[in-house]
């Protein structure tokens, strides 16, 4: 069993920055890809970026790419979300995944 745990969201004005955390524990994240998704209001959950077990190839959605960077550090089994120039389409609940496993979700809201 692997548990997975976000943290960081808020409230953040466009333009701004915030940065996610997924915490795991259970079994080890390193031996596994990650992602990142968002669930905004009224949509689907959609896949945002990911990262190969060892870091060393990420991917992103074309909705993010150039603005977010995902990271991880397999030592602390964290995983990150560096989200930069926040947009107001930015807003919904951010989610990581990893296998079959979700975190319980963190509220983003990019408002003015």
């Known amino acids: 069993q692997l548990q997975l745990v976000e943290s960081g969201g808020g409230l953040v004005q466009p333009g701004g920055s915030l940065r996610l955390s997924c915490a795991t524990s259970g079994r080890g994240l390193h031996d596994y890809g990650v992602g990142w998704f968002r669930q905004a209001p009224g949509k689907e959950r959609e896949p945002l970026a990911c990262i190969s077990s060892s870091g060393a190839s990420t991917n992103y959605a074309d909705s993010v790419k150039g603005r977010f960077t995902i990271s991880r550090d397999n030592a602390k089994n964290m995983m990150y979300l560096q989200m930069n120039s926040l947009k107001p389409e930015d807003t919904g609940i951010y989610y990581c995944?990893?296998?079959?496993?979700w975190g319980q979700g963190t509220q983003v809201t990019v408002s003015s």
């Open positions: 995944n990893t296998l079959s496993f």
